[in-house]
């Protein structure tokens, strides 16, 4: 059954979401927008902050490589080699070896600083 959003129920087109789950997928969304933008922006603690917010494992290796990027420019280097190893180990599992390799070489890095 689809509902409208609008408290009024007046504005025809638009759906409702229909559960806890895709309100809280809705939210990721625009916390990933908010810290895209953010990173853009070379605003990294606000960056950091807002990608450090969303569960892990609901974030692509492109973001985790924005919050590799984010932590490590705002002084958080625990946070930087935990999202460069899951960057890492989603790549690997993926099959993406030259991607694999770039997190790992960038993990080399961090860690030898």
């Known amino acids: 059954m689809t509902q409208t959003l609008s408290p009024d129920r007046s504005q025809p087109g638009v759906q409702a979401v229909s559960s806890q789950r895709e309100w809280y997928a809705l939210g990721i969304v625009d916390d990933l927008v908010s810290a895209r933008e953010a990173f853009e922006r ?8 807002r990608l450090s917010e969303v ?6 290796t492109d ?3 924005e919050l590799a990027t984010a932590s490590y420019l705002v002084g958080q280097r625990d946070a930087t080699v935990r999202a460069l190893q899951r960057a890492y180990q989603i790549n690997e599992d993926a099959g993406d070896r030259r991607a694999a390799s770039m997190c790992a070489s960038w993990l080399g890095i961090v860690l030898t600083i």
């Open 42 to 49: 070379r605003e990294w603690a606000a960056a950091y902050d």
């Open 63 to 65: 973001e985790l490589m």
């Open 55 to 60: 569960d892990p494992s609901a974030l692509g």
